[in-house]
């Protein structure tokens, strides 16, 4: 089923994961499909953190997105953006665009952590067997539109504390 029998420090795996989930088309796998997309934006959030010196061990250790995405806003207001990044060159002054940051904003991180973590518990008047039951719907189109979220902020997304401290690169609010 899956490349990689181990869990995995790669967003786009956990991302990829998911969406073999979410084709099965089996509602027994949503809430693995769901696990999935939690330990993508956990490790979404904890990749961009990483790169900062200024955040402390134990929130570095953590696990939590939210804990960690209200850091990064503590560190650097202006990370809740996105940004086009450019490179000047020292010796010919010539500026030249060098990649994007795309954000995830605290709100949304909050939103999706917080009901992908709902759907790991039982669900008192689910309806078993009833493929078409409200909240298996409500739940396969939310995990769709999540999967697709994450895999747009994250593909050639530049990590945003990378270039904030660099010479020669300017981080321009889009």
């Known amino acids: 089923m899956f490349k990689s ?24 796998l949503l809430a693995y499909a769901a696990l999935e997309l939690r330990f993508c934006i956990e490790r979404i959030v904890h990749n ?8 402390s061990r134990k929130i570095k250790k953590g696990y939590h997105p939210k804990t960690k995405k209200s850091e990064m806003m503590s560190i650097d207001p202006n990370s809740n953006h996105d940004y086009d990044i450019y490179y000047t060159d020292p010796q010919s002054g010539e500026k030249s665009y060098w990649g994007t940051y795309k954000n995830i904003p605290e709100t949304k991180v909050n939103s999706i952590f917080g009901k992908l973590g709902a759907y790991l518990h039982m669900k008192p008047g689910l309806k078993l067997g009833v493929v078409d039951d409200p909240w298996y719907v409500e739940t396969r189109a939310f995990l769709n539109e999540t999967q697709m979220y994450l895999a747009e902020r994250i593909e050639n997304s530049e990590p945003y504390f990378s270039y904030t401290d660099l010479d020669n690169y300017e981080l321009i609010k889009k």
């Open 5 to 28: 029998k181990t869990l995995t420090a790669d967003p786009k795996e956990h991302l990829r994961r998911t969406r073999i989930l979410l084709d099965k088309n089996d509602n027994s």
């Open 48 to 55: 961009q953190l990483a790169l900062s010196d200024e955040v």
